[in-house]
T-cell receptor, first 113, second 110 residues
Framework: DTAVSQTPKYLVTQMGNDKSIKCEQN?????MYWYKQDSKKFLKIMFS???????INETVPNRFSPKSPDKAHLNLHINSLELGDSAVYFC????????????FGPGTRLTVT | GDSVTQMEGPVTLSEEAFLTINCTYT??????LFWYVQYPGEGLQLLLK?????DKGSNKGFEATYRKETTSFHLEKGSVQVSDSAVYFC?????????FGQGTELSVKP
């Protein structure tokens, strides 16, 4: 009965590769998010989608491309991975945009070597 | 722009000690205010919230009061437990997004 799930939990890859992280929520929420948490625990929003429509696109390199095939899924594809992309990526969902109550997934730890 | 400042960590306390983690935010409009907690190796969980001035949010013995006059939302707990060891994030909600503070790591020793 996991509410927000992410796969994979760990991802180790080399510079220059392309990788994807998947997120699914079974809460029936309309809004989903991607966050990046760095090694100092600083958490920054990257994207948000509301019912498959892009709402927030922060200053993120265009190597990062989110895709929402339906409102229960929000995937993150990263091209040409760089060392600085190493971080923990969290997916979250919310009943609707503008609500601060967000439900987070367990995170994907990406390590780029 | 919109921002939030939290007390720097790490904070180390003995079990049953009193906890305060300070949080102040920029006063753009009237954001709803949230505290989230992140236990080791996990995602963030909502701890408590307050949506208007003078509201007090509370959960699991933690409390925070929305102070509009001082633009603050300090987190308090009267008696911490080892199981409270985690990173705590203050987060005002501005429009479509939460702005997270830098997080305060709490370590409670037996």
């Amino acid at each position: 009965d996991t509410a927000v799930s992410q796969t994979p939990k760990y991802l180790v890859t080399q510079m220059g590769n392309d990788k994807s992280i998947k997120c699914e929520q079974n809460l029936g929420h309309d809004t989903m998010y991607w966050y990046k948490q760095d090694s100092k625990k600083f958490l920054k929003i990257m994207f948000s989608y509301n019912n498959k429509e892009l709402i927030i696109n922060e200053t993120v390199p265009n190597r990062f491309s989110p895709k929402s095939p339906d409102k229960a899924h929000l995937n993150l594809h990263i091209n040409s991975l760089e060392l600085g992309d190493s971080a923990v990526y969290f997916c979250a969902s919310s009943p609707q945009t503008g609500r601060g109550e967000q439900y987070f997934g367990p995170g994907t730890r990406l390590t780029v070597t | 722009g919109d921002s939030v400042t939290q007390m720097e960590g790490p904070v180390t306390l003995s079990e049953e000690a009193f906890l305060t983690i300070n949080c102040t935010y920029t006063a753009t409009g009237y954001p709803s205010l949230f505290w989230y907690v992140q236990y080791p190796g996990e995602g963030l969980q909502l701890l408590l919230k307050a949506t208007k001035a003078d509201d007090k949010g509370s959960n699991k013995g933690f409390e925070a009061t929305y102070r509009k006059e001082t633009t603050s939302f300090h987190l308090e707990k009267g008696s911490v437990q080892v199981s409270d060891s985690a990173v705590y994030f203050c987060a005002p909600n501005y429009g479509d997004k939460l702005i997270f503070g830098q997080g305060t790591e709490l370590s409670v020793k037996p």
